[in-house]
């Protein structure tokens, strides 16, 4: 058996829009394949309107793409059965932006954890429950965790809530993690601590899909980076090599927009005007529009995501 | 700490929220000044009183805060004495204008553009409709928006569009000081660095002055002369940008830089572990003392007050105060 926990295979994913004899339709995935292997991290990098959230969606099979396949573990995603599927739901977990935005206000910290435990019968006693939800938050490093538990999740700051949503998907035990924007919203000063939680779980065999609009926290986070505009992947490498040496002028936007601690440096901002919408993506190369290297070519002729080194892809007429 | 050209001083400002738990001191014996044409960067993490400083400055405040000490004068009125109708007529907008925290949301969703721009103008000045109009659609011209927008609704615009258009808007009456309350920290790092450049060169062009605030010290770095660290509900540190980066003072202030991603390199970033106090019950001495790395004994019983170090360069600690004066930093 192969070391891959995912593999997509030209995965399209398509949303009518609404309204009545309403033809249209949101291009949200459009051809994306990629491969996970266990233990190697990936970064879904790209704007809010790219895809990366549908993505993630429709690898923990909660949207059923228009075409194309999701295999998990060699397990074609939307053809599980019975006991296949209990163990699928278990095994990945994702953790969306703001998880408890409209959370009950009488919910604990407790309740929250073994929320997916309840609802898959997973665990039996009250002991082992108990042992389950004070381990996770325990891994989180919400301690002591028996006076956690009790807490009402309103009561906790937003960087306490995030790793609550940690430990409620860790309780599961689950392999792979898919993370929706996990720390854009908390303060800088407590995004670190997150990150080192997580980077400590990679150790111990978890791996990790992070999606993120922040370039820089994948960076440290993750071994790979894919990056998506509009449906598609632009680019994809190792981590190091893209931040090093980004090839596509997207990248290279997304790169030089992120600012650093110096006041000498000042952030750059490469790619003209806002993502389209994915109703009508942009003919031939869909980042043409923002692009400041397009050319005659890049309106009509799509590039494809071709291999320039090894584990290294890149989707652009110039690159 | 005053300048001759001020535009803007604050002086030992104090804010309490009634609470039910008690009074809650949200800003605490706050001072600085803001001379014309600069920028100042107000960096802390959420609760450190950052948004009840912006507001109390516009004398905005919710109705259970109360000013309890120090004055704020804007090109030499004093807010805390004007009357209201002074307020609204000649300071407000006119003098001092609020991009508010989360503005994405302060346009009202059942208004064009169009009316939002002519009500705000008309409740500050006598300008007339035509005037407005015209005004507004050279504003966000500039501020990179298609004048077509100011007949649409506030939901068929973008995150970063309305973030323009709230810019726009605080520029209408030409005010001398600006103030913006984390106006990128909704929008992706695309948008957030467009909006960074335009209000590089809005700068260059008219000579506004601002307060620009935000958690993250990298985005300060790139608009703010001068950089004010709040903790707790104080400032900690000021002082100019190149001071306070190459050369941070207080732990809190070297916690904030270590906690920032620099893509420049290749070690992960850190952070600071631990919370703020609960302004409710705050302990004696230090807010920061328990989650400082260089903590002493007097930490605990004596605060820290602000001293300078030297080129206009301030600090609150105790400990940097003992290093300094043994000459051993
Ligand atoms: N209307 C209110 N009533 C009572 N307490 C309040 C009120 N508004 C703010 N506070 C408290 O005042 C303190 C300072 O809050 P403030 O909103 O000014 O912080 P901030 O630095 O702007 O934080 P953030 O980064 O989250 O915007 C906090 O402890 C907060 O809970
Ligand atoms: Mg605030």
Redesign the pocket.
Known sequence: MDNKVYDVKDLTVYFKVKGRGSKLFVHAVDGVSLSVERGVSVGIVGESGSGKTTLGKTLVGLIKPKSGEVLFEGRNVFKLRGAETAEFRRKVQMIYQDPFDAIDPLFSVYDAVAEGLRALKITGSREEMDQAVYGALQTVRLTPPEEYAKRRITSLSGGQRQRVAVARSLAMEPEVLILDEPVSML?ASVRGEIIKIMADLKTRGKTFLMITHDVATVKFFAESIAVMYLGKIVELGSSEDVVAHPLHPYTQALIAAVPVPDPEVKVKSLAKGEIPSAIFPPSGCRFHPRCPLAQEICKTEEPALRAVAKNRYVACHFA | MSGLDSVLSVEHLGVT?E?PRGP?P?VNDVSFTLSGGETLGIV??????????ATAILKLL?P??KIVSGRVVVEGVDMMSADPDTLNKKLRWNKIAYVP?ASQNALDPLYKIDDQFVETVQAHSDMSKKEILARASELLLQVGVDPVKLSSYPWQLSGGQKQRVMIALSLILNPSVIIM??PTTALDTIIQAQILELLRQLREFQRMSSIF?S?DISVIANVADRIAV?YA?KIVELGTVKEVFSDPLHPYTQGLLKSVPDMRRSESFGYIAGLPPD?VNLPPGCSFRERCPVAVEICSSITPPLENYGRNHFAACHVVGGRRVRGEA
């Open positions: 303060d | 929220f609470t809650l949200a802390g993490e959420s609760g450190a009183g950052k948004t009840t400083l919710p259970n805060a925290q309350d984390e605030i958690h709040m509900g302004l």
